[in-house]
T-cell receptor, first 111, second 116 residues
Framework: AQKITQTQPGMFVQEKEAVTLDCTYD???????LFWYKQPSSGEMIFLIY??????QNATEGRYSLNFQKARKSANLVISASQLGDSAMYFC????????FGTGTSLTVIP | GAGVSQSPSNKVTEKGKDVELRCDPI?????LYWYRQSLGQGLEFLIY????????KSGLPSDRFSAERTGGSVSTLTIQRTQQEDSAVYLC??????????????FGQGTRLTVV
């Protein structure tokens, strides 16, 4: 069964604008963790941000923030003030015993 | 080493040959994961090792695929009788799994396998 869903295969954003990448998940567990990774064209996987299911506040890391809505089972990534270097694939992941990754969203930042 | 190391970085093999891909995780990381990523696609889970527990092999696509992890450290993914559809980047990741859930997985640079 699909555990993580990313419905936006591709997104475009103007430089310096904010963008939201969607992620929904499916679990009956109460305790879980949600992660976002960035994969530039070089292929490396870069950890961006983490949200625990019991965290009361939305996670933030610099220009990255996570809009966590537990009841809706969504964990959208918000990138503020987009930069050209943000162009990459972005993967949402959930941890139970193992990591389940979504299919990814390709983000292109337009100058 | 400081990060997850995978070797070789690139491998070209003939159809029907066996290949071995190696992953050296970060020291002390008890969890190790193998994923496969085809061009422009997401990460396909293959296998997961956690400490001394039996591995979760539920993602292995066929019995041509196997993996082992020796001494709770280095892991080898073996593909027997390679097929062209096996061509992909194989990613390894490791993670510390103590009492906390909020530890990210660290990925290696991957092995790009091309079956000709």
């Amino acid at each position: 069964a699909q555990k993580i869903t990313q419905t936006q295969p591709g997104m475009f954003v103007q430089e310096k604008e904010a963008v939201t990448l969607d992620c929904t998940y499916d679990t009956s567990d109460q305790s879980y963790g949600l992660f976002w990774y960035k994969q530039p064209s070089s292929g490396e996987m870069i950890f961006l941000i983490y949200q625990g299911s019991y965290d009361e506040q939305n996670a933030t890391e610099g220009r990255y923030s996570l809009n966590f809505q537990k009841a809706r089972k969504s964990a959208n990534l918000v990138i503020s003030a987009s930069q050209l270097g943000d162009s990459a694939m972005y993967f949402c992941a959930i941890i139970f015993n193992q990591f389940y990754f979504g299919t990814g969203t390709s983000l292109t930042v337009i100058p | 080493g400081a990060g997850v190391s995978q070797s070789p970085s690139n491998k070209v093999t003939e159809k029907g040959k066996d290949v071995e891909l190696r992953c050296d995780p970060i020291s002390g990381h008890t969890a190790l994961y193998w994923y496969r990523q085809s061009l422009g696609q997401g990460l396909e889970f293959l296998i997961y090792f956690q400490g001394n527990s039996a591995p979760d092999k539920s993602g292995l696509p066929s019995d041509r695929f196997s993996a082992e992890r020796t001494g709770g450290s280095v892991s080898t993914l073996t593909i027997q009788r390679t097929q062209q559809e096996d061509s992909a980047v194989y990613l390894c990741a490791s993670r510390y799994t103590g009492q906390f859930m909020n530890t990210e997985a660290f990925f290696g640079q991957g092995t790009r396998l091309t079956v000709v």
